[in-house]
Nanobody
Framework: QVQLVESGGGLVQAGGSLRLSCVAS????????MGWYRQAPGKQRESVAV????????NYADSVKGRFTISRDNAKNTVFLQMNSLKPEDTAVYHC?????????????????WGQGTQVTVSS
């Protein structure tokens, strides 16, 4: 099995910063894309940021461009989200995901795994 565990959420004032981390563990052959989604009460889930396996290609939601930075440490199977200039509308539960490739005995297969989420609350 594969587990993803997020950390780093909390309560912060508008204009502040938080750094989220997500560690993937378990039976992992390799990890392709990693990223972050968020979901606020009453709103649809939103993709926040994605990073490819090599860490060179990233993609951000328009709402966070210039404020959030995604990065990863492949040696530690970890993805980070540095969030600066936070706004009240960034308040949500943030979930990380990883497209994990696992050995199944005959070859490898990939599928996405999700973390339980970490709450980020930005007060005005």
């Amino acid at each position: 099995q594969v587990q993803l565990v997020e950390s780093g959420g909390g309560l912060v004032q508008a204009g502040g910063s938080l750094r989220l981390s997500c560690v993937a563990s378990g039976s992992i052959f390799s990890i392709n894309d990693m990223g972050w989604y968020r979901q606020a009460p009453g709103k649809q889930r939103e993709s926040v940021a994605v990073i490819n396996s090599g860490g060179r290609n990233t993609n951000y939601a328009d709402s966070v461009k210039g404020r959030f930075t995604i990065s990863r440490d492949n040696a530690k199977n970890t993805v980070f989200l540095q969030m600066n200039s936070l706004k009240p509308e960034d308040t949500a539960v943030y979930h990380c995901y990883a497209d994990v490739r696992r050995w199944d005995g005959r070859g490898t297969t990939a599928r996405p795994y999700w973390g339980q989420g970490t709450q980020v609350t930005v007060s005005s």
